[in-house]
């Protein structure tokens, strides 16, 4: 069982060019999660989905946009890629949405730059 | 100021030392308190789960949790070079499943 995949591993972008953040649990997950880890500032929830079909907006949304067309995948596209979206960026997956309960489980990581 | 403080660190300790890492929240509605350890270039990984107040404990790990002082201490007992890493800090509302995480402690445990 792999859990959760990330692609790609790392990428350097030039500023403005669109990018897409692709994500893949095999554990039938009801809710996903993307969030970026900065130095200082820690992980920071861009956006989440509790099941397939919808998505909500996190503490750090703008610049960002998400699907969830199935119960496996959640890709992140940055329309526009800026500087300031220079991050390590992780995917979690998690069986239930509003149980406090729930433990997420997390990709390896996107590390993503921005020139 | 951030909802959850964390000491950024690094901290670096003798193999064999007991560590401990704290985080203070401003949130009072916070009930699930967590810890979470990532290593190097790696995603975090749940390490310890608490409800409300009071203490855990698995194996050399205990979490702690004082809700009155807004204050949570996971302890290492007996530390490895294989506890080096970061340990992040995590809490989360009765309702819904955002979780606020600190920064994280970097920890080495040097041999």
């Known amino acids: 069982i792999a859990g959760i995949t990330q692609a790609p591993t790392s990428q350097i972008l030039a500023a403005g060019r669109r990018m897409t953040l692709r994500c893949t649990q095999d554990?039938?997950?009801?809710?996903m999660y993307w969030y970026r880890q900065d130095l200082g500032l820690g992980l920071r929830l861009i956006h989440y989905s509790n099941t397939a079909g919808t998505t909500g907006k996190g503490e750090v949304p703008d610049g960002y946009s998400v699907s969830r067309a199935n119960t496996d995948d959640f890709p992140l596209t940055l329309a526009s890629a800026v500087p300031s979206q220079t991050s390590v960026y992780f995917c979690a997956s998690s069986d239930s949405w509003g149980a406090g309960t729930d433990t997420q489980y997390f990709g390896p990581g996107t590390r993503l730059t921005v020139l | 100021q951030k909802e959850v403080e964390q000491d950024p660190g690094p901290l670096s300790v003798p193999e064999g030392a007991i560590v401990s890492l704290n985080c203070t929240y401003s949130?009072?509605?916070?009930?699930?308190f967590m810890w979470y350890r990532q290593y190097s270039r790696k995603g975090p990984e749940l390490l310890m789960y608490t409800y409300s107040s009071g203490n855990k404990e698995d194996g050399r790990f205990t979490a702690q949790v004082d809700k009155s002082s807004k204050y949570i201490s996971l302890f290492i007992r007996d530390s490895q070079p294989s506890d080096s890493a970061t340990y992040l800090c995590?809490?989360?509302?009765?309702?819904?499943?955002?979780?606020?995480f600190g920064e994280g402690t970097q920890l080495t445990v040097n041999p």
């Open positions: 554990m039938r997950h009801n809710a």
């Open positions: 949130n009072s509605a916070f009930q699930y």
């Open positions: 995590a809490m989360k509302e009765t309702s819904g499943s955002r979780l606020t």
